[in-house]
C-alpha cells in the first residue's frame, strides 16, 4: 500500500505540466475509499467501506431510500447522538433502508407530494430497525412499563421497523433542507404529538393550526401510497400490518 502511494506521488509529480489544466492527476479506489491525488497532495475522499450491519441489509434484500427516490433526505437520527437518549446506536449506518416493496409505496407518496409542491421532500429518520437496536430504544425509554409501548414498541413482539415495512418522517423544504414545522420534534413522546389529540391540543394552545396543517398534509401523501399512520407519533406510518409483514418478511436481528 505505501509502495502503491509513493509510486503516485511520483507520478502526479512527473505529471506536474499537465496538471495546470486539470489540477486532477489520479483518482484511487481501494476498499471503497477513494483518494485523489491533486499537486502532489493526496486527499482521502469519500465514504466509509459498508459496514456489517448495511452489508446485513443489503443482503437480506432491502434497499437504499435515496437511491430509489431521488431528493429524498435522510437524517438517521439513531446513527447520530441527536436522538431521545443521546447515543449513536447505528454507528456506520448512516443510510436508511426498507423492503424494495414500502420504497415503492414511499417513491409514489413522495411524487404525490412533489406534485401538490415541488418546494417539498420526504425528511427520513429511521427505516428498517434491527431488533437488537429496538431492545436498546425500549430500555432507554423513560417510561411507565404500562405506556411504553405507545412510543416504542415491546422487543419481545418486535416492531414493524424490525421487518423494514415502517418508516419515520417529516416534510422538508428542499431549498432549506429543514423539516415544516409539525408542532413537536421526532420522537417527541406526549399528547403535543399525537395525532389522536390533535383537537385537544389545538384547544390547549399546546400546537397551532399551521402544524397541523403540515402533519395533515404529511398523512395525506402517505395515505395516498398506503400507509398507516399511529395515534401517537405523527412521524411514524406502516406499510403493514404485523400479521402480513410476519407471513412475508424476516426480522433484522
Ligand atoms: C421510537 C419511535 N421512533 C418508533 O418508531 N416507535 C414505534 C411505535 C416503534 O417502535 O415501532
Ligand atoms: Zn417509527
Redesign the pocket.
Known sequence: MKRLIASLIILSILACGESRQNNTIVTLKENGHEKVIKDSVIMELTSDPIGELEQRLIDAGLVDLQKEIPGLLVDLRYSTKNNFFGKDVYGKLTRCYLQPEVASSLKKAHSVLQQKDSTLTFLVY?GVRPLSV?QI?WDELDKPEKIKPL???DPQKG???NYGV?V?LSIADIRTGKSLDMGTDF?FFGYPAYPDREDQMLREGKINEQQVENRQLLRKVMNAAGFKG?GS?W??FNAFSRKNAKEKFDIVK
Open positions: 429511521d429496538q430504544l412510543y416504542v414498541a416492531s414493524l421497523h415502517a419515520d420522537d399511529i407519533e412521524w411514524h
